[in-house]
């Protein structure tokens, strides 16, 4: 819980204002939004910064939650994420916390440019049909269609993120080369399909984070323009 509670504070955090300001900065004087790719693009430009940003988090987020699963001779036993970022900057090295890095912001472009770019779009296309107002409701059936989206777009690249992160070393050797590496090897050995297996608990979790993501901001957003903006 600590780990993933970091992970929320410096990568949400991060991408979810980066994406503001730049589609703030891009949008027209009129307030008119930019097209769909230039969403795209913002959203890959703040999933890439955030995902550097919180990279260390997501580390020890791995590891803590698959050390139950481990063999007791191999487990870590990191109390919290301070302890694990602590000791695998000791232990291992600082560059450690940013084990996976690329494929980390490889996900998060990918995961940012589906989730924000088509959360702003259903979001606008939901507003343009008329049947709907800039309300709480509209925010949910724009985010519950994100959620989806963004589901089938981030599952292999979160395969590839998560194995490399909790790789062992076999025999001195890594046991995946790289992110292509861990590709082949999964379609080769599990199936193509293997890539989204899963896909029922994984929007179970990404729907409702994404809802209420998406609420809270634009809510907060709301407020800050009510009290600091109109001020």
């Keep these: 819980l600590s780990a993933g509670l970091l992970r929320q504070a410096t990568y949400t955090t991060t991408r979810l204002g980066i994406y503001s300001v730049l589609l703030e900065r891009f949008g027209g004087p009129d307030g008119t939004p930019p097209p769909f790719l230039a969403k795209a693009a913002m959203g890959m430009t703040a999933g890439a910064a955030g995902a550097f940003v919180g990279t ?7 590891r803590m939650t698959a050390d139950g699963r481990l063999p007791p001779g191999e487990r870590r036993g990191y109390h919290n994420v301070f302890d694990a970022l602590v000791r695998m900057a000791r232990e291992e090295g600082v560059f450690t916390l940013w084990r996976g890095c690329i494929p980390t912001m490889a996900r998060a472009v990918v995961v940012n440019a589906a989730q924000l770019a088509s959360y702003s779009q259903s ?9 709907f107002r800039d309300d709480i409701l509209c925010h949910f059936c724009a985010s519950m269609i994100s959620g989806l989206v963004t ?8 395969i590839v993120k998560t194995r490399i992160q909790n790789m062992r070393t076999i025999d001195g050797k890594p046991e995946y080369r790289n992110g292509l590496d861990v590709l082949v090897k999964v379609v080769r050995f599990e199936g193509f399909f293997s890539l989204w297996k899963g896909f029922t608990p994984y929007y179970a979790r990404l729907g409702p984070h994404t809802v209420l993501t998406f609420i809270f901001l634009e809510q907060m957003n709301k407020w800050y323009q ?6």
């Design 56 to 62: 260390p988090a997501e580390v020890a987020l791995i």
């Design 123 to 131: 979001k606008q296309f939901l507003l343009d049909s008329g049947h």
């Design 226 to 231: 009510r009290l600091f903006l109109s001020a």
């Design 151 to 158: 589901t089938a777009a981030s599952m292999p690249v979160d």
